[in-house]
């Protein structure tokens, strides 16, 4: 089964989240619906990209990467570079 690397963007603040998880449009669903404490205070979220991943290490090393990266425009270079299939985690 396929894991996925997530980053949505607050509609309330433009704020990025990053995550994984193995069902999108559920974990979308949850931080939308007021079941996760850290993304409650910044809905609705938008998802605005998504990396398939085959295992859950590999998914992780990819939010681990995208969490480190501290300003908005790496993360936003990371997507267009994962876009174009080129995008590789530290």
Known sequence: MNYYVYILK??????????????????LIKHNADLNQSTSTKRPWKLIHEKVCETRSDAMKHERYLKSLKKRSAVLQWIEKDIRGVAQPG
Not at 22 to 27: P, T, V
């Open 10 to 27: 607050s509609e309330a603040d433009q704020s990025f989240y990053i995550g994984q998880t193995q069902n999108i449009g559920k974990r």
